[in-house]
């Protein structure tokens, strides 16, 4: 488990960072001069707030957001994502000090796979190696053998050879999509993602038919009807290239909402539709993701709280499965 510190524990639930910012503040000027005075780097994932993607100095997809952590040379990382990520970059990265707006972001996908339970279960299979998915905590990737992100895990699982036995977790959709585009039969963990499995076959099949003109793109943690349906799947840089390249000018976009921030500012003349979810709610949107606001991370940088620190024999442990993803990556020429 990664070590929460108490008394950070404590001050977020007092409302430490809960106290009121100044309205008249500007918070865009705030933020670029506290950068500037700590060495800090923002790092922001394409399921930010828009606020949050303009103050980072760098917005990413899995991969490339742990390929920046590794090499900034910033004393302070703030990570703007959830807790699996500001983990990996302490990973990656153990000498900077990793901060995090909220420290409560978590991941349903993440949560679906506690260490012990699935130590216990992969007892089962002792001939397989175990390639996990990079959402999930420090204690499931000490258990892995490869880490691996929506962008490169077909050429992580290409990498292995054909009559090895692979155990995949936890994310079964994507799994189940890399069964296929790998034509491997992995044993997979039975975890998912609560927004990629919120979306509505039906109303996404009635926008087609309104729509004819538009393009379905996807996540592959979307559920298998759904990619079966798509025209292009992909992480969300893959998403946003494709998005930035394609002579198409309106798209259906299967993933959480905060991508089309991006891709409407690099393509303001196309139109981005996202994918519905399957009732009323805003479940389109992730809950943990959204928890950071521009308000917390302006306290995250001033206060340089809370901090992600980690007992030093798991930070080793899941470094080496995470090396060996960064290593295929780099021999394939992947950048996140
Ligand atoms: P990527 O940005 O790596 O595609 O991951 C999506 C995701 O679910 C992050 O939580
Ligand atoms: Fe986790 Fe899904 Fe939210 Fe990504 S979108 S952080 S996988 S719950």
């Known amino acids: 488990m990664a070590v929460i510190n108490t008394q950070q524990m404590e001050l977020q639930e007092k409302g430490f960072l809960d106290i009121a910012v100044d309205p008249s503040l500007d918070l865009f000027a705030e933020i670029e001069r506290l950068k500037k005075e700590k060495n800090a780097i923002v790092l922001a994932h394409y399921y930010q707030e828009p606020d949050i993607q303009d103050v980072a100095d760098y917005i990413g997809d899995s991969l490339g957001l742990a390929q920046k952590a590794k090499e900034t040379n910033a004393d302070i990382i703030l990570f703007a994502g959830v807790h699996f990520m500001a983990e990996t970059a302490k990973i990656l990265n153990p000498t900077k000090k990793v901060v995090l707006p909220d420290l409560k972001a978590g991941c349903s996908l993440s949560d679906s796979a506690p260490p012990a339970l699935f130590a216990k279960w992969k007892e089962q299979y002792p001939d397989h190696i175990v390639v ?39 994310d079964k959709n994507l799994g189940a999509y890399l069964n296929k585009v790998t034509g491997r039969n992995m044993v997979l963990w039975n975890g998912a993602c609560m927004v990629h499995e919120i979306f509505s076959l039906e109303k996404i099949t009635r926008l087609k038919i309104r729509h004819p003109e538009a393009k379905l793109i996807a996540h592959p943690e979307c559920e298998e009807p759904l990619l079966r349906i798509a025209d292009y799947i992909g992480s969300t840089t893959q998403l946003l290239k494709y998005t930035q390249t394609d002579s198409s000018q309106t798209y259906i976009v299967a993933t959480e909402t905060g991508i089309l921030h991006q891709m409407q500012k690099d393509q303001p003349q196309k139109t981005f539709i996202p994918a519905p979810p399957d009732n009323s709610c805003a479940c389109n949107e992730c809950p943990h993701m959204k928890l950071n606001t521009l308000e917390k991370l302006y306290l995250c940088l001033k206060y340089e709280q809370p901090e992600l620190t980690m007992e030093e024999s798991l930070r080793v442990a899941a470094l080496k499965p995470i090396e060996r993803m960064l290593e295929i990556s780099k021999a394939a020429g992947l950048i996140g």
């Open 132 to 170: 996990t998915y990079i959402n999930c905590s420090a204690g499931m990737k000490a258990l892995s053998d490869i880490i691996c992100t929506s962008s490169n895990a077909k050429a992580i699982i290409d990498s292995l050879p054909a009559d090895q036995k692979i155990i995949f977790a936890p």
